[in-house]
Protein backbone atom coordinates (compact mmCIF):
# COMPACT_ATOMS: atom_id res chain seq x y z
CA UNK A 1 0.00 0.00 0.00
CA UNK A 2 3.03 2.48 0.26
CA UNK A 3 4.49 2.19 -2.07
CA UNK A 4 0.94 2.53 -4.37
CA UNK A 5 -0.22 5.94 -2.55
CA UNK A 6 3.50 7.71 -1.74
CA UNK A 7 3.26 8.80 -5.52
CA UNK A 8 -0.19 10.73 -4.79
CA UNK A 9 -0.46 14.57 -3.91
CA UNK A 10 -2.12 14.55 -0.59
CA UNK A 11 -6.44 15.27 -1.01
CA UNK A 12 -9.12 13.27 0.37
CA UNK A 13 -9.07 9.93 0.82
CA UNK A 14 -11.66 7.57 2.72
CA UNK A 15 -10.76 3.96 4.01
CA UNK A 16 -13.37 1.62 4.17
CA UNK A 17 -13.10 -1.09 6.93
CA UNK A 18 -10.55 0.63 8.45
CA UNK A 19 -10.40 -0.87 11.90
CA UNK A 20 -7.93 1.03 13.94
CA UNK A 21 -7.19 3.05 11.04
CA UNK A 22 -3.28 1.89 10.62
CA UNK A 23 -3.58 3.27 7.37
CA UNK A 24 -5.55 6.51 7.62
CA UNK A 25 -2.97 7.62 10.12
CA UNK A 26 0.00 7.25 7.73
CA UNK A 27 -2.02 8.99 5.08
CA UNK A 28 -3.15 11.60 7.74
CA UNK A 29 0.82 11.99 8.63
CA UNK A 30 1.39 12.24 4.80
CA UNK A 31 -1.06 15.49 5.03
CA UNK A 32 -4.45 13.59 3.66
CA UNK A 33 -7.66 13.96 4.67
CA UNK A 34 -9.04 11.00 5.80
CA UNK A 35 -12.82 9.64 6.23
CA UNK A 36 -11.72 7.13 8.49
CA UNK A 37 -15.43 4.17 8.48
CA UNK A 38 -15.27 0.84 10.29
CA UNK A 39 -18.56 -0.70 11.99
CA UNK A 40 -16.51 -1.36 15.38
CA UNK A 41 -16.36 1.30 17.95
CA UNK A 42 -14.06 -0.12 19.99
CA UNK A 43 -11.55 -0.08 17.00
CA UNK A 44 -12.19 3.54 15.91
CA UNK A 45 -11.84 4.39 19.63
CA UNK A 46 -8.57 2.63 19.59
CA UNK A 47 -8.04 4.56 16.60
CA UNK A 48 -8.79 7.98 17.63
CA UNK A 49 -5.69 7.50 20.99
CA UNK A 50 -3.29 6.13 18.58
CA UNK A 51 -3.68 9.44 16.48
CA UNK A 52 -3.30 11.53 19.93
CA UNK A 53 0.09 10.73 19.92
CA UNK A 54 0.83 11.63 16.08
CA UNK A 55 2.61 14.80 15.80
CA UNK A 56 0.14 18.21 16.25
CA UNK A 57 -2.63 18.65 13.95
CA UNK A 58 -2.03 15.46 12.21
CA UNK A 59 -5.61 13.98 14.40
CA UNK A 60 -7.44 16.91 12.83
CA UNK A 61 -7.01 15.45 9.22
CA UNK A 62 -9.23 12.52 10.40
CA UNK A 63 -12.71 12.09 10.95
CA UNK A 64 -13.87 8.80 12.23
CA UNK A 65 -17.57 7.09 10.99
CA UNK A 66 -18.85 4.25 12.59
CA UNK A 67 -20.70 2.42 9.70
CA UNK A 68 -21.03 -0.92 8.21
CA UNK A 69 -19.63 -0.45 4.97
CA UNK A 70 -21.76 -3.21 2.97
CA UNK A 71 -24.88 -0.38 3.87
CA UNK A 72 -22.81 2.93 4.06
CA UNK A 73 -23.17 4.88 1.03
CA UNK A 74 -19.78 7.25 0.81
CA UNK A 75 -20.69 10.97 -0.70
CA UNK A 76 -21.02 10.34 -4.68
CA UNK A 77 -17.44 11.90 -6.44
CA UNK A 78 -15.87 13.22 -3.24
CA UNK A 79 -12.58 11.18 -3.08
CA UNK A 80 -8.96 11.35 -4.23
CA UNK A 81 -8.23 8.17 -3.18
CA UNK A 82 -10.22 5.34 -1.62
CA UNK A 83 -8.21 2.00 0.53
CA UNK A 84 -9.97 -1.24 0.74
CA UNK A 85 -7.55 -3.75 2.44
CA UNK A 86 -8.36 -6.84 3.62
CA UNK A 87 -11.92 -6.73 3.72
CA UNK A 88 -13.04 -9.82 3.30
CA UNK A 89 -17.02 -10.11 1.93
CA UNK A 90 -18.94 -12.77 0.16
CA UNK A 91 -18.72 -11.88 -3.74
CA UNK A 92 -21.98 -10.03 -3.88
CA UNK A 93 -21.29 -7.89 -0.75
CA UNK A 94 -17.83 -7.32 -2.11
CA UNK A 95 -19.06 -6.01 -5.41
CA UNK A 96 -21.72 -3.77 -3.43
CA UNK A 97 -18.78 -1.95 -1.65
CA UNK A 98 -16.68 -1.97 -4.40
CA UNK A 99 -18.98 -0.52 -6.87
CA UNK A 100 -20.28 2.39 -4.40
CA UNK A 101 -16.26 2.84 -3.54
CA UNK A 102 -16.07 3.77 -7.71
CA UNK A 103 -18.91 5.98 -7.08
CA UNK A 104 -17.31 8.24 -4.28
CA UNK A 105 -14.31 8.55 -6.58
CA UNK A 106 -13.10 12.21 -8.04
CA UNK A 107 -12.07 12.43 -11.10
CA UNK A 108 -8.51 11.32 -11.39
CA UNK A 109 -8.80 9.89 -8.35
CA UNK A 110 -7.68 6.10 -7.41
CA UNK A 111 -9.40 3.04 -5.90
CA UNK A 112 -7.00 0.79 -4.00
CA UNK A 113 -8.12 -2.56 -3.16
CA UNK A 114 -5.66 -5.38 -1.58
CA UNK A 115 -6.72 -8.22 0.19
CA UNK A 116 -5.55 -11.87 0.85
CA UNK A 117 -6.08 -13.82 -3.02
CA UNK A 118 -7.85 -17.70 -3.29
CA UNK A 119 -4.59 -18.71 -3.37
CA UNK A 120 -2.94 -17.93 -0.22
CA UNK A 121 -5.36 -21.11 1.07
CA UNK A 122 -2.66 -23.21 -0.71
CA UNK A 123 0.13 -20.66 -1.13
CA UNK A 124 0.27 -18.76 1.88
CA UNK A 125 0.12 -18.21 5.16
CA UNK A 126 -2.55 -16.51 7.30
CA UNK A 127 -5.92 -15.35 6.14
CA UNK A 128 -9.34 -16.30 5.93
CA UNK A 129 -10.03 -20.02 5.46
CA UNK A 130 -13.19 -19.83 4.19
CA UNK A 131 -12.52 -19.49 0.21
CA UNK A 132 -15.88 -17.71 -0.66
CA UNK A 133 -14.33 -14.72 1.01
CA UNK A 134 -11.34 -14.32 -0.73
CA UNK A 135 -10.86 -13.02 -3.86
CA UNK A 136 -8.29 -12.53 -7.17
CA UNK A 137 -7.35 -9.61 -8.98
CA UNK A 138 -9.45 -10.76 -11.90
CA UNK A 139 -12.59 -10.73 -9.52
CA UNK A 140 -12.21 -7.01 -8.85
CA UNK A 141 -11.86 -6.03 -12.36
CA UNK A 142 -14.79 -7.89 -12.94
CA UNK A 143 -16.75 -6.88 -10.22
CA UNK A 144 -15.67 -3.10 -11.23
CA UNK A 145 -16.12 -3.86 -15.31
CA UNK A 146 -18.87 -1.35 -16.19
CA UNK A 147 -17.58 1.68 -13.67
CA UNK A 148 -15.62 3.29 -16.15
CA UNK A 149 -12.11 2.82 -13.80
CA UNK A 150 -8.51 2.77 -15.91
CA UNK A 151 -6.82 -0.57 -14.33
CA UNK A 152 -3.38 0.82 -13.32
CA UNK A 153 -2.37 -2.80 -12.11
CA UNK A 154 -3.72 -5.89 -11.02
CA UNK A 155 -1.92 -8.52 -9.46
CA UNK A 156 -0.71 -11.27 -7.14
CA UNK A 157 2.22 -9.97 -4.70
CA UNK A 158 3.51 -12.06 -1.81
CA UNK A 159 4.50 -10.59 1.91
CA UNK A 160 5.91 -11.43 4.63
CA UNK A 161 3.13 -13.19 6.82
CA UNK A 162 4.30 -12.12 10.29
CA UNK A 163 3.06 -13.32 13.62
CA UNK A 164 -0.17 -10.61 13.80
CA UNK A 165 -1.52 -12.45 10.62
CA UNK A 166 -1.08 -16.59 11.20
CA UNK A 167 2.40 -17.07 11.99
CA UNK A 168 5.42 -16.99 9.57
CA UNK A 169 6.17 -17.56 5.70
CA UNK A 170 4.29 -15.60 3.26
CA UNK A 171 1.05 -14.40 2.16
CA UNK A 172 -0.24 -14.01 -0.88
CA UNK A 173 -2.37 -10.94 -1.58
CA UNK A 174 -4.52 -9.60 -4.36
CA UNK A 175 -3.70 -5.88 -5.08
CA UNK A 176 -5.92 -3.97 -7.44
CA UNK A 177 -5.16 -0.38 -8.45
CA UNK A 178 -7.64 1.67 -10.75
CA UNK A 179 -8.30 5.19 -11.49
CA UNK A 180 -10.93 7.43 -12.30
CA UNK A 181 -9.92 9.46 -15.53
CA UNK A 182 -10.34 12.94 -15.20
CA UNK A 183 -12.23 14.45 -17.96
CA UNK A 184 -9.84 16.11 -21.26
CA UNK A 185 -9.82 19.11 -21.23
CA UNK A 186 -11.63 20.96 -23.77
CA UNK A 187 -9.17 23.07 -26.57
CA UNK A 188 -10.07 26.69 -26.52
CA UNK A 189 -11.13 27.21 -30.27
CA UNK A 190 -8.92 29.40 -32.86
Same mark, same amino acid.
Given at each position: ?????? @??????? %?? !?? $???? +??? #??? &? =??????????????????????????????????????????????????? @??????? %?? !?? $???? +??? #??? &? =?????????????????????????????????????????????????????????????? $?????????? &?????????????????
Amino acid at each position: MLRECQ @DQPPGRA %LD !LA $AGEG +RNS #LWL &A =ALGWRVTVVDFSRVALDRGRRLSEQLPAGVARHLRWVEADVRTHVPEPGAY @DLVLIAY %LH !LP $AEQR +RTV #LRR &A =ADSLAPGGTLLVVGHDTTNLTEGSGGPSDPAVLFTPDDIRADLADCRLHLVRAERVRRPAGA $AHGGSGEAVD &ALVRLERRAPPVPTPER
